[in-house]
Structures are given as C-alpha cells and as structure tokens.
C-alpha cells in the first residue's frame, strides 16, 4: 500500500479506538459536571451553614449584651444596697453608744441620789 493510503484510510480498529476516546471524553465531561454540581451544592450549604452560623452569633451577642447590662444593673442594686447596709450600721453604732450614754447617765444619776439619800437619812439622825 501506499504511505497515503494508510494515512487517509482509517481502519476498523481506528475507528474503535476513536470511539472508546470519544465515549471515555464524554464519561470525564459527565465526571467534571457532576462534580461541579456536587461543589456547587457544597458551597451553597456551607453559605447557608455560614449565615445559620452569623445569626446564631448575633443572637448570641445580643444575649451577651443583655447579661452584661442585667450585670450591671445587678451590680448598682448591689453597691446601693451595701451603701444603704453600711449607712445603717454606721446608725446603729451610734445608737448603742447613745443607749450606753444613757445607761452610763442613769446609773451616775442613781449614784448621786443614793448619796444625797444616805445625807439625808444622816441628817436625820443628826437632827433626832
């Protein structure tokens, strides 16, 4: 045979290999889509996961900062009511050392008029 006839003219098996290429190029473009529609699915659910994820932050956040004002909310009740706590003690003392004042007065009262009783029952003597 001629070089150019060898060349033009495909045989079977040429042919056949051709096909198998063709079939196993279709069946990797088929691979290749289905592989971008299972990224592309995967990427969707991640960015649905994603905003799932930021909402769930942002509610967090503000939970966060409605527990850091009831914080310090609580945390005023708390410096007013030790304030207030201490306010009475402070008034209390004074009245136990007022009551001891007192005590201490009557007891010295009560000394004098014993006193000026045992002059005066002297005197009555003196005076019989």
Known sequence: LPLHSAVTA????DEELVRQLIEQVEEKNRQIERNKNELDAAVREKSKMDNEMRQQIGGLQVSLDENRKEK???QH???VERR???ALRHALNDERREKANIIQQKEQLQHEF???HRQKATLEQQVE
């Open 77 to 79: 009740e708390r410096d």
């Open 72 to 74: 310090e909310g609580l």
């Open 114 to 116: 014993d006193q000026q």
């Open 84 to 86: 207030e706590n201490e």
């Open 10 to 13: 495909p045989t079977k098996r």
